[in-house]
T-cell receptor, first 109, second 114 residues
Framework: TQLLEQSPQFLSIQEGENLTVYCNSS?????LQWYRQEPGEGPVLLVT?????EVKKLKRLTFQFGDARKDSSLHITAAQPGDTGLYLC?????????FGTGTSLTVIP | DAGITQSPRHKVTETGTPVTLRCHQT?????MYWYRQDPGHGLRLIHY???????DKGEVSDGYSVSRSKTEDFLLTLESATSSQTSVYFC?????????????FGPGTRLTVL
């Protein structure tokens, strides 16, 4: 199985709060992608992580790849209403991509 | 923006009718994908193509067929639509080969089968 488990499934927070969402698997990834999807649109790539222990920052978003390359996290500092959306992690195996079920984030002004 | 368009954007049809969704890309990418997205299931791969007339099945291919007669167009056909195929359908392209290749998605087609 290529199952990617994301948690939490839903998250509602106030503007300015910090949050972390997780993506876990029982198998090792060669790489992992994070996407954000806004209502009515397709997912948009945020970042790709490749190396175990890797940390990448994208403004207020910090992405970490686990040392064993079986898990990843996304931390958002001082969340803004514009961060609202569905956050998806994904991995590719050969020609196919597998997506987690996502974390739906709502940031309340 | 990877130059991906989908048509139609919305469609309502009746059970048992054939439906064809079109994905069009302008950047000559070799790989194209069709996914469906349903609450609680995330994005699931239906079929993909790795070149003109070269296609393969994904995780949820039953009830769907695809065709790719030109590099720029990838068609998804529901031969006889069922209510379980009510979903949002996304087309995607693959940007590069190797461990860091990623996908770019079209805007989606919302299909309702009554």
């Amino acid at each position: 199985t290529q199952l990617l488990e994301q948690s939490p499934q839903f998250l509602s927070i106030q503007e300015g709060e910090n949050l972390t969402v997780y993506c876990n698997s029982s198998s090792v990834f060669s790489s992992l992608q994070w996407y954000r999807q806004e209502p009515g649109e397709g997912p948009v790539l945020l970042v790709t992580v490749v190396t175990g222990g890797e940390v990448k920052k994208l403004k207020r978003l910090t992405f970490q790849f686990g040392d064993a390359r079986k898990d990843s996290s996304l931390h958002i500092t001082a969340a803004q209403p514009g961060d609202t959306g569905l956050y998806l992690c994904a991995r590719n195996t050969g020609n196919q991509f597998y997506f987690g079920t996502g974390t739906s984030l709502t940031v309340i002004p | 923006d990877a130059g991906i368009t989908q048509s139609p954007r919305h469609k309502v049809t009746e059970t048992g009718t054939p439906v064809t969704l079109r994905c069009h890309q302008t950047e000559n990418h070799r790989y194209m994908y069709w996914y469906r997205q349903d609450p609680g299931h995330g994005l699931r791969l239906i079929h993909y193509s790795y070149g003109v007339k070269d296609t393969d099945k994904g995780e949820v291919s039953d009830g769907y067929s695809v065709s790719r007669s030109k590099t720029e167009d990838f068609l998804l056909t529901l031969e006889s639509a069922t209510s379980s195929q009510t979903s949002v359908y996304f087309c995607a392209i693959r940007s590069a080969a190797g461990a860091t290749d990623t996908q770019y998605f079209g805007p989606g087609t919302r299909l309702t089968v009554l």
